[in-house]
Structure formats: structure tokens, C-alpha cells
């Protein structure tokens, strides 16, 4: 694989897995540090590398995520869902949100740590990343259909926990 390419991968992916790594939880220097150290291994891969850029892609994102989970195993780093409960207690204390998009920023959030993993990351890779069904189909290895049906329910279910926000 030439540096061209690889080049090239790189400004299409990097923002959004980087997108991805965030909306999963993962803190926004974190991410953008997984995400260099992802293509770094991508990089250190490029002579064995064969194949279009949807295999590449499939690679690039298994690859962060490994790295992510890694991270977070290694640093015994705080649990997305702790880390919305401690945001929860400070805007319920005495120190009251600055704004109404702070308070929407912090439900949506909530929101989405409240979904279970497989569907999580099915709507992450779909709504933050803009993968197709096709390629999330591919990362994820299952069926296309499997992966609307994940997307559907994640979506049902964020209706249903944010469904007091009409007023927004």
C-alpha cells in the first residue's frame, strides 16, 4: 500500500472513528491519541495490506476499538456510565447547569450510555461515523438486516428515555 493511500484512508476515517471513539464514551484527547496510534499500526501494516478501502476501513476501526478497550483496561479508566452518574450529581448539588444545551448535551449522553453495547455501537457507527448499513454490516460481522434491526431498536429506545424533551 502506497503512503498516497494511506494518506488519503486516513483524512476520510481519522474524524470519524475519532467521532466514534467519543460518542462511545471515550474522552476527546483519548480518542484523538487511539485514533493516531490506530493508523500508526495501520502504517506499520502497509507492505501486508491488499484489499479495497471497505476492508480498510473494517480494519482501521477494529483496530481503535481494540485500542480503546485496551486503554481502558490498562489505566482502570472510569466507566462512561460512572462518568455520566458523577456529571448527574454535580448538575443536581448546588451548582446548577449553565444552559439548556448543557442539559441536552448531558441527557442525550445519558441517553446513549443507557443503551446496551450492541446497540450502541450499531448506531454510533451509523449516526456519528456515517457508515453504511453495508459497512457496519462488514465491521461488526453481522447481517445487514441485523444491523437495522440494532439501529432500530437503538433508536426506539432513545425515543422512549428522551421522549420528555418534546418541549426542546
Request: proline fraction near 3%; glycine fraction near 2%; charged fraction near 30%.
Amino acid at each position: 500500500m502506497q503512503k498516497s493511500e494511506i494518506e488519503s484512508i486516513y483524512k476520510n476515517l481519522a474524524p470519524k472513528v475519532t467521532n466514534y471513539l467519543v460518542a462511545n464514551g471515550t474522552p476527546y484527547a483519548a480518542a484523538c491519541d487511539i485514533v493516531q496510534e490506530t493508523f500508526l499500526k495501520l502504517w506499520s501494516m502497509r507492505d501486508t495490506l491488499e484489499g479495497d478501502e471497505n476492508s480498510i476501513s473494517g480494519l482501521v476501526y477494529t483496530i481503535a476499538r481494540n485500542l480503546r478497550t485496551d486503554k481502558f483496561r490498562r489505566d482502570k479508566f472510569i466507566s462512561y456510565r460512572e462518568q455520566i452518574e458523577e456529571d448527574e450529581l454535580i448538575s443536581e448539588g448546588d451548582a446548577p447547569l449553565q444552559s439548556d444545551e448543557d442539559y441536552l448535551k448531558k441527557r442525550v449522553e445519558k441517553a446513549l450510555a443507557s443503551l446496551p453495547p450492541l446497540l450502541r455501537d450499531a448506531f454510533v457507527l451509523f449516526q456519528v461515523s456515517e457508515l453504511s448499513v453495508r459497512e457496519i454490516s462488514l465491521q461488526l460481522g453481522i447481517s445487514e438486516s441485523l444491523v437495522k434491526v440494532r439501529i432500530f431498536r437503538a433508536k426506539q429506545k432513545l425515543k422512549e428515555v428522551l421522549s420528555d424533551l418534546d418541549q426542546f
